[in-house]
């Protein structure tokens, strides 16, 4: 069966649930998920996988499993109660198969009194949907529902197998979500995740590594504060180094498709900074919580040596600092660039059902952050992402172009379609 043949079946039958998807979204962005409270927006997804007809698994994450994986991130919020939800379509053995995968969790919409809506509303307005997960990404999860179902209605049943994964635990890392559902044995041969990327096709992201700086001061009563020394001061001067060297990173570094889908190829960010516990006491510590990134052809190894004499360095001009030298501890997210080879056939396929939806030329690009995609290779699968237009997500009045939600359920029942085959076609 043609690709022109798909469309002109395919097509339509998406465009007859735009009612069903848009209520649906609403619906899903009213459960609110925030990162560990995942179980009822599971519930909502895993009737939606079983009145598809698919086979349904509840699977959650084996903590022991996924910790001796080289990629696991601790993220201290235990697994139980937080379900993956999988739904298979079985297909014909030797036929492709395909993995879509979507994250039902959420970033906290705090704070409440900057929004000018309720965050849970699922508000429509102007064509647009507002809330917290709106884009990010609740509207390509269930984008991914529609294309199966649009399929199925119009006759399009896969040839080989599809499976659709909802996970949890992707703002956190992924360690509970696609890793675990990877692990678990929930694999295909290509993986397409449908985050917000403004219908561009995503084959590349940043290495990103989080540390903590720990800075000793000595603690003294306000009233003798002559007596202490005041750990903030002492940190300044590195959170200064570290500024520094995010400017000139941002200036020097350059990987072109970071470029093209977030501006700039990489970044220094110091997140949170902590200080003392009293109005009238010296803080005697401080710690900075901070965040880097960097670009293919870069190094975890590399980037840790570099931060670690960065602030060495610094430390070197205080007297203070140089007989109580910052500690510099490496947590939480600690990953490599992903890069997916963009000649491959499933890529070249999701390219072309993009453009064909799109009706123009449409930009292969990277992001400057991490995504569940990288976790691809370590199973022997090929990755891409696309997915719908938006803006704010992990902002304020988050919202998604409803068209362009249309558009990404067209795009992966379309790629789908063309790199599984149609049965009996």
């Not at 960065?310 to 490496?330: C, F, G, I």
Request: glycine residues 10%.
């Amino acid at each position: 069966m043609t690709s022109a043949e798909i469309k002109e079946l395919l097509f339509p039958a998406v465009d007859e649930l735009r009612p069903q998807l848009v209520q649906t979204l609403q619906d899903l962005v009213r459960i609110p998920s925030v990162v560990g409270n995942e179980a009822q927006a599971q519930e909502y997804m895993k009737k939606l996988y079983q009145d598809l007809g698919l086979t349904v698994e509840m699977v959650e994450p084996d903590m022991e499993a996924v910790r001796k994986h080289h990629a696991f991130i601790d993220t201290k919020v235990p697994y139980e109660g937080r379900p993956n939800v999988i739904g298979t379509l079985p297909g014909e053995q030797g036929s492709p198969s395909l993995a879509i995968n979507g994250h039902v969790d959420v970033v906290s919409p705090e704070p409440l009194e900057a929004w000018t809506r309720d965050p849970w509303s699922g508000d429509v307005e102007g064509g647009l949907l507002y809330g917290r997960g709106a884009a990010d990404m609740k509207s390509g999860l269930l984008a991914n529902y529609f294309a199966l179902k649009a399929a199925l209605k119009a006759g399009l049943r896969p040839k080989g197998m599809v499976r659709l994964m909802s996970v949890i635990d992707e703002e956190a890392g992924g360690a509970g979500g696609t890793l675990a559902c990877l692990l678990a044995g929930y694999k295909a041969d290509a993986l397409l995740i449908t985050e917000p990327h403004g219908m561009n096709v995503t084959v590349s992201n940043a290495g990103v590594n989080h540390f903590k700086v720990y800075v000793t001061g000595r603690s003294a009563h306000g009233g003798v504060s002559h007596l202490g020394v005041n750990a903030i001061g002492k940190a300044l001067p590195i959170y200064q180094a570290l500024a520094d060297l995010d400017e000139k990173r941002g200036r020097e570094v350059r990987y072109e498709l970071f470029e093209k889908g977030s501006g700039r190829s990489c970044h220094v960010t110091v997140g949170t900074f902590h200080a003392g516990d009293w109005p009238s006491t010296v803080p005697g510590d401080a710690v900075m919580e901070c965040r880097i990134s960097f670009v293919p052809g870069e190094t975890k190894a590399q980037i840790r040596a570099m931060v670690e004499k960065l602030v060495a360095d610094t430390a070197a001009q205080d007297p203070w600092l140089r007989e109580h030298p910052p500690k510099v501890e490496w947590f939480a997210w600690q990953t490599e660039p992903w890069q997916q080879d963009p000649e491959h056939p499933f890529v070249q396929t999701l390219l072309q059902a993009a453009q064909d939806v799109a009706g123009r030329p449409v930009d292969l690009i990277g992001r400057a952050s991490g995504l569940d995609s990288r976790f691809a290779p370590d199973f022997g699968m090929v990755a891409a992402c696309t997915g719908p237009k938006g803006r704010n997500y992990h902002g304020i009045d988050e919202y998604v172009e409803l068209d362009s939600v249309v558009e990404t359920a067209k795009v992966v029942g379309l790629t789908m379609l063309n790199w599984c085959g149609v049965a009996g076609k």
